[in-house]
């Protein structure tokens, strides 16, 4: 249900692209990634951290989560930005 709430919120959009149309049902939906992407500030102990980005498998696919990449050292203090 999820996923034809979102195409909803498009129709309109994809109406003003390709012109009025009387009907727009979506008949089937894929997803366009196999992954979901994040970045975290992990403590590692004391005022050490470590950054942190992981990939997560979408569920339908497996849901298997992977350590990309890290940086290390960091402080708590330190913001993480996308890397």
Known sequence: MQNVYLFIQVTKDLEKKI???SVYNALTFRAADTEIQYIAKVHVGENDCA?????????CYGEKVNLLDFQFPKKREDEIEPF
């Open 19 to 21: 012109g009025p149309k």
């Open 51 to 59: 950054h942190v980005k992981v990939s997560q498998i979408l569920p």
